[in-house]
């Protein structure tokens, strides 16, 4: 089946720096990626939407300063979190399906990252 | 507010009980419905889903939902559970006049007793 790759699982890292989470689909073409961030005993919650070569879509109250979303290729989509500070973390999860933002093809995710900022 | 609603968050269950997870959603029109499972330390994976036709729709590992249009719901049934079946449960809906993105309800994490 269509598998999708995050990197890294787990992150710990000081107030005010940037990192970088990765997506991967490695068997299949991802045209679009999406980024969702999950709280605590909560769903999970839509931030932003990207395809291929286009510039990504966010969700309503999501800073797309502080998120910085690239998705450069069919196979790879990046999550920045900038400045990152302590109400930043979260568990990011990214899925990834075939089709354009139009598209009924289910959607693929990853196992996740669990981010927590000191 | 539009939304996906999931009634129960814990379920416990004894081996060969039947399951039930409830999900109701608050959209109008057209919609697409899924459940997902995460089993312990893995990814959300597909388990079923509904676009159209036959409202009762089969998935993996014996489990099955029905689509009710009047009460706006989809819920989730196995007749027999087993202990592999303790997971956490995500129903999701997506509709075509939102770019087909998912909205997911909060999920229920069901403990199956061997």
């Known amino acids: 089946g269509a598998v999708v790759s995050q990197h890294p699982s787990w992150v710990i890292c000081k107030s005010g720096t940037s990192v970088k989470i990765e997506c991967r689909s490695l068997?299949?073409?991802?045209?679009?990626m999406f980024w969702y961030r999950q709280f605590p005993k909560q769903s999970l919650m839509l931030m932003a939407t990207s395809n291929e070569g286009s510039k990504a879509t966010y969700e309503q109250g999501v800073e797309k300063d502080k998120f910085l979303i690239n998705h450069a290729s069919l196979t790879l989509s990046t999550l920045t979190v900038t400045s990152a500070h302590p109400e930043d973390s979260s568990f990011y999860i990214c899925?990834?399906?075939?089709?354009?933002?139009?598209?009924?093809?289910?959607?693929?995710f990853g196992d996740g990252t669990r981010l927590s900022i000191l | 507010a539009q939304s996906v609603s999931q009634h129960n968050h814990h379920v416990i269950l004894s081996e060969a009980a039947s399951l039930e997870l409830g999900c109701n959603y608050s959209?109008?029109?057209?919609?697409?419905l899924f459940w997902y499972v995460q089993y312990p330390g893995q990814h959300l994976q597909l388990l079923l889903k509904?676009?159209?036709?036959?409202?009762l729709v089969k998935g993996i590992k014996g489990f099955e939902a029905e689509f009710i249009k009047s009460k706006f719901s989809f819920n989730l049934r196995k007749p027999s559970v087993q202990w592999s079946d303790t997971a956490e449960y995500f129903c999701?809906?997506?509709?075509?006049?939102?770019?087909?993105?998912?909205?997911f309800g909060s999920g229920t994490r069901l403990l199956v007793r061997p």
């Open positions: 899925s990834a399906r075939t089709g354009r933002t139009d598209s009924n093809q289910p959607q693929h």
């Open positions: 068997d299949f073409q991802a045209t679009t």
């Open positions: 999701a809906v997506s509709r075509m006049d939102s770019s087909y993105k998912l909205i």
């Open positions: 509904y676009f159209s036709g036959d409202p």
């Open positions: 959209y109008g029109g057209t919609v697409n």
